[in-house]
Each structure stands twice: as structure tokens, then as C-alpha cells.
């Protein structure tokens, strides 16, 4: 109940008892009665008159937290806030209008707002203070006490009281001095751009004539780099992307189409790297560029002959019969690479291994699906004896697979340290006891057993993980062999022997990497023997020279591996500081039955003698072919009549019993 509604109250109140003793003079008898209803009234009244009390309180301290906060943002405003009467006279201001007008706070009040204006805007400001009666901006110079005067923006809105009549103004102040400045600036500004302006279309128009000729120049330049992104920069064939773009194209159409066959044809050039490094790299552009040109005589016009890089070409034969026009294409290809040519006055010719893919093969979405397994069935034909042909089947993806597969294991294994190190005894067979051993690498397979080198080396050597496994088993051979030596305190057992591929052989810190595991282990160089094959000497032969000399100079002894199986030179014993020749365990095995055989190894082994190099023969497994070979003279034999390949506990084991033979 608000103070008015109260008062009402009352009075009416007032007015009841009043009618309540003019009752009483007629009804004297209920003057009792009377009296209590009025005091009963007057009790209503006063619960009222405290609960309008309480409510005007909470009223009276929320009206005063309003005023507050609106006290407070007057005060803290960033710009300046006065109020003043209708006449102009300062009422209120803020602390920012002190500051901008130069007088404190509290000397403003009652002060007229004209004297703060600057002398030329006074009679303007008078003028419109008298007339306006709405919201203005005005723009006027201030001039603060004892300050310069400054350009200002002025808003100005009436105050009125309750009856609606004006009773002042309020008044926001804003400095627009840098505003101004900076008007004059781009004021200042755009003249010069106007002049600016004018030279750079002078200048525009001269450029617009050398822009015309640059574009003509650009769109000649944009269409030859055109051609060249989708076109070798040697042959002008079709490069890779273009190729894959007719592919998709291809497959596409397969789509729409069912009765619509084509193949792709995966051609790598047979050693083509020797022509290369023989010949040299321009002779082998040349070389490609004759290919490219023997290539596209075979083709019909709707086919496509791309490459891809290197020696590698790719060929899109579209809208065949069958596989029969494919195996046609491929025949044309090989017959006319055989065909002789020449290169600066040299005879060349050339063979290819050539892969297969056929549309109809598989359901194929994509077409590096079609690239990827012509290339499948490309590899196979190269395995296979190269210039060859090979039609891709879905057993060539499965053994693909099965690769990958492999190769993630190996690099697991690799991590894991899967491999284990077994060691076969090489036999003296002048004394008839151990000389020492040859250190032979497994694979613990965790799901397949045991396995031989046979069944992931090749890997290993193609994804180049041969490097760490080779160094790892080196290590662990010379580390087992020292700790054998140390133990048993036994000259018997002279050597550890460790085969090195031709890839490990290949590698450029070779040398520092065996000082490195010598020195690491603390086994002495003359107890290793490094055995390599023949391969080795022939594909490397003036690196390998430099390289074995230096193994030789550090005390190292070097073998030659499967002798007679690969290239059979004895000329390149030589040339070469090699100490042991093994003997293949091919001729050893037949020795026995073989007349012919035997005299092979008669006259590799006195051929050895004579050139100073002893010999060692792989494979013995029967007492009958170690009486023979001790009748030729062989100085060393290992094979399963001695041992099997064992595992370290298993060699110690048979190092403590000594056998004899």
C-alpha cells in the first residue's frame, strides 16, 4: 500500500466510527460493541500502515541503489556530463567535464555553460539555447580557463519535471580535436592522391599497352606449361597425371558400358641402369627417347603411350576384343624393341619385361587399382627372366599381400629384436677339431616358428632393413665369439665368420661400422672372417677392390661364398687379397656319384693353392665325402656330418665336449 492508499484508509476509518457513535445515541446499549469494532478497525489500520512502511523502505533502498549507479556512471563517463537550469547554469557535472573545461569539479556548479564557450560561438550558442527543443549535435569551440580553445561536440536534450514542463538541460561534451586533425589530414591527403592519381593514369596508360603485350606472352607461356604438366619433359609422351586422367576416363566409360574391354601395359626396360652408367646419362636420354619413339609405332591411334619416369612406360590399349588383342600389342612391342638401332654409329637394342592388366580382371574404381597391379604383374615377368610378358591374376595381388604383409612383420621384428643367431662349426680338417664357427641368422617369428634366411633375407635386401639386422647380427656374432674366447680361455677357436650381401657391402661407412663393432666387443679383426659372393667382386669392382684391401689391412680375413654357382671366375681371385674360397655345397652333395664333379673340385682346389688362398667346403654330410676331401687337400669343411646350425647354448655346449673327427 502505497502512503496515498493509506491516507484513504484512515480517513475512511474515521468516517465508520464517526457513523458508529451517531449509532450510539440510539443504541446506547451497544456502545461496548462499538468500541471494540473500532479498536478492531484502528488494529487493521496500523498492520497496514507498517506493511506500507516496509514496502516504501524496500522502495526508498532500491530507488537509492538506482541512483547510485546512475551517480556512478555520470561520474566515470569518459566524456563530459553536465546539467544545467533552463538558463544554462551549471547544476551537475562530472569529472571529465571538469577536466575538459580546466576547473575542478566542484567550482563548476553554478557557473554559466556561456562562459565556457569560445568568444566567437558565444552569440550562436545564445541564440539556439533560447530556440531549440529537441536533441542537437552542435559543433563548437570550447575554450577551458586558462587553455587554448578547442573544436567540440555538443548534444544537447531538455529535462522536464513531472508536469511536463522544461526545467534545464543536459549536456554531453566531446573533444573532437584529434578528429579534426585527422580530417585535416585526409583532406590534406586526398589532394595529393588527386595528384597521384592523375600521374599513375598517366602512367597506367603507358603500362596498359606493355600489359596487353605481356598477356599475349602469358597466355603463349600458361598454354606451354599446359602442355608440359601433363607431358614428359624428354619424350613429349603423355606423363603420369595425363595418363591417369585417361585411365579414369577409361574406367568410366567401363561403367556405362559393359561389353567395353581395355588393358593397361606396365613396361620396364631391362637393365637399363648398366646402359645408363656405362654410356652415360645423355646417352640414355637418347636411348629413352628411341624406346619412346619404337613404342608409339606399335600402338594404334586411339591407344596411349605414357611415362611414368626412369625407364618406365605405361600404355593404355582401349576398346579390345579380348585378351588376345592385348597379348598382340605386347608381342608387336617386343619384337620391334629387338630390332637393332643406332646411337652415334653404336649398335643398340633393347628387351623389356612387360605387365598385363585387364579391365574385365577385377571390378576396378580406380585407376592406380589398374596401375598398381599391371606394375604386380611386371615385377613377376622380371623375377621370372625379364623380357618376358606376364597377364596379372588375383594370385599375384594375394602374394603381393602377402609381401606387405611380411614386410610389416620383418620391420616389427626388426623393433623387436626377433632374430636369434645360430652358429655352424667350420672344421679343420688338418686337426679335426672346431677352427670356430659361422654365424647363421634366424627369425623367431612369433606366430611361424623358426625361420631361415631364405624365407625373408631377399625382403630385407629389397626394403633396405638388411642394414640394421646385418649390423645387429654382426655385433652379436664378435660379441659371442669374444665372450667364448674369454671363457674358455681356448686358442682352438680362431675364427667367426659373417656373411655380407652385396647391399651391406654396397654401404659407404661399411668399414667404420666393423671398426666400430671390433671395438665395441673386443674381439681382435684376425678372428673375423667376412664372407662374400662373387656378385660382390663383379658388380662392385673397383669399389670393392679399395674396400677388401682395407678390411685386409685391418687383419680381417676374406672369403669367397658358393663358389662356382654364380659367376665361376677364378680370374678375379687375382685381383682380389682373398684368403678362403668355399666350395658350394652343389658340388659337394654329388661328389660321391660324380666323376665329373670331383675333378671340378680337384682343380678349384689346386688352382686355390697355387694362388695362395685355402678353401673351404660347404655341405659335408657323410663320412665317405670327408675322406675325399681330405685326399684333395681341403683345408676347412662345415655341413651336418659335424653339426647342425645350433643356438648359442647349444655351440657352447658342444665347445666344452671337443669332439674329433
Not at 606396365?266 to 636420354?285: A, E, Q, T, V
Not at 606387405?404 to 636369434?420: G, P, S
Request: net charge negative; aromatic share 8%.
Amino acid at each position: 500500500m502505497n502512503v496515498d492508499g493509506f491516507s484513504q484508509q484512515i480517513e475512511k476509518l474515521y468516517s465508520k466510527i464517526q457513523g458508529l457513535l451517531q449509532c450510539n445515541e440510539t443504541k446506547a446499549n451497544s456502545q461496548e460493541e462499538i468500541i471494540t469494532e473500532a479498536i478492531e478497525e484502528l488494529h487493521t489500520a496500523m498492520e497496514e500502515l507498517l506493511t506500507a512502511s516496509e514496502e516504501l523502505e524496500i522502495t526508498r533502498a532500491a530507488a537509492e541503489k538506482e541512483r547510485q549507479r546512475y551517480q556512478d556512471l555520470f561520474e566515470f563517463a569518459p566524456n563530459g556530463y553536465l546539467v544545467t537550469n533552463a538558463v544554462g547554469t551549471i547544476q551537475e557535472a562530472n569529472h571529465a567535464a571538469a577536466t575538459l573545461l580546466g576547473v575542478h569539479q566542484k567550482y563548476l556548479v553554478g557557473k554559466p555553460l556561456i562562459v565556457f564557450i569560445a568568444q566567437q560561438d558565444r552569440q550562436f550558442f545564445s541564440l539556439h539555447l533560447n530556440n531549440f527543443q529537441q536533441l542537437l549535435n552542435w559543433e563548437i569551440n570550447l575554450q577551458p580557463r586558462g587553455g587554448e580553445p578547442f573544436p567540440a561536440m555538443i548534444k544537447a536534450s531538455a529535462v522536464y519535471d513531472l508536469q511536463k514542463k522544461q526545467i534545464g538541460w543536459r549536456w554531453l561534451l566531446c573533444n573532437i580535436s584529434e578528429r579534426k586533425q585527422a580530417e585535416e589530414m585526409l583532406h590534406q591527403a586526398y589532394d595529393k592522391l588527386e595528384i597521384r592519381v592523375a600521374e599513375r593514369t598517366a602512367e597506367l596508360v603507358k603500362a596498359n599497352q606493355k600489359l596487353q603485350t605481356e598477356i599475349t606472352e602469358r597466355k603463349r607461356v600458361e598454354s606451354q606449361l599446359l602442355h608440359l604438366a601433363f607431358h614428359d619433359g624428354l619424350t613429349g609422351l603423355p606423363n603420369r597425371a595425363a595418363f591417369m586422367n585417361r585411365l579414369r576416363r577409361a574406367i568410366d566409360y567401363s561403367k556405362r558400358h559393359s561389353d567395353y574391354l581395355f588393358a593397361v601395359l606396365f613396361i620396364d626396360l631391362d637393365r637399363f641402369k648398366l646402359i645408363n652408367d656405362s654410356l652415360g646419362h645423355m646417352k640414355g636420354d637418347q636411348f629413352l627417347l628411341a624406346i619412346a619413339n619404337k613404342l608409339e609405332i606399335c600402338l594404334r591411334s586411339i591407344d596411349t603411350v605414357a611415362r611414368l619416369g626412369g625407364d618406365e612406360f605405361t600404355i593404355l590399349l582401349e576398346g579390345i576384343q579380348d585378351v588376345s588383342d592385348a597379348i598382340k600389342a605386347v608381342e608387336r612391342i617386343q619384337q620391334e624393341l629387338a630390332l637393332p638401332f643406332y646411337l652415334d654409329g653404336q649398335e643398340m637394342s633393347a628387351t623389356a619385361s612387360i605387365g598385363i592388366a585387364l579391365s574385365s580382371t577385377v571390378s576396378y574404381e580406380q585407376p592406380e587399382e589398374l596401375l598398381r597391379d599391371a606394375d604386380t604383374a611386371m615385377y613377376r615377368a622380371k623375377v621370372l627372366g625379364r623380357a618376358r610378358y606376364e597377364l596379372f591374376n588375383s594370385d599375384m595381388y594375394a602374394n603381393v599381400l602377402a609381401k606387405l604383409q611380411l614386410e610389416t612383420e620383418l620391420r616389427r621384428a626388426t623393433e623387436h629384436l626377433e632374430f636369434r643367431v645360430y652358429y655352424q662349426p667350420i672344421v679343420s680338417l688338418t686337426k679335426g677339431s672346431i677352427l670356430g664357427f659361422e654365424a647363421l641368422l634366424r627369425w623367431q617369428h612369433p606366430e611361424r616358428g623358426l625361420l631361415n634366411p631364405a624365407d625373408f633375407i631377399p625382403l630385407a635386401e629389397e626394403t633396405g632393413l638388411i642394414f640394421s639386422i646385418g649390423s645387429w647380427v654382426l655385433n652379436e656374432a664378435c660379441r659371442q665369439m669374444q665372450a667364448w674366447r674369454m671363457c674358455h680361455h681356448s686358442n682352438l677357436l680362431e675364427k667367426i665368420s659373417f656373411n655380407l650381401s652385396l647391399k651391406e657391402f654396397s654401404q659407404p661407412n661399411l668399414i667404420e661400422q666393423i671398426r666400430q663393432v671390433l671395438r665395441s666387443t673386443g674381439l681382435d679383426a684376425a678372428n673375423l672372417m667376412l664372407e662374400i659372393t662373387e656378385g660382390v667382386i663383379v658388380e662392385n669392382s673397383d669399389k670393392a677392390t679399395a674396400a677388401l684391401l682395407q678390411l685386409r689391412e685391418m687383419g680381417i680375413e676374406l672369403s669367397i661364398d658358393d663358389f662356382g654357382t654364380g659367376y665361376s671366375s677364378l680370374s678375379h681371385l687375382y685381383n682380389f687379397p682373398i684368403s678362403v674360397l668355399k666350395i658350394d655345397r652343389s658340388f659337394i652333395s654329388l661328389m660321391s656319384a660324380n666323376r665329373k664333379n670331383l675333378e671340378i673340385i680337384e682343380v678349384i682346389i689346386t688352382f686355390a693353392h697355387k694362388l695362395g688362398v685355402d678353401v673351404l667346403a660347404e655341405g659335408v654330410e657323410t663320412k665317405e665325402q670327408l675322406a675325399l676331401l681330405r685326399k684333395l687337400n681341403c683345408k676347412y669343411a662345415q655341413g651336418h656330418f659335424f653339426s647342425v646350425p645350433l643356438n648359442s647354448s647349444a655351440a657352447e655346449a658342444l665347445i666344452m665336449t671337443n669332439p674329433r673327427w
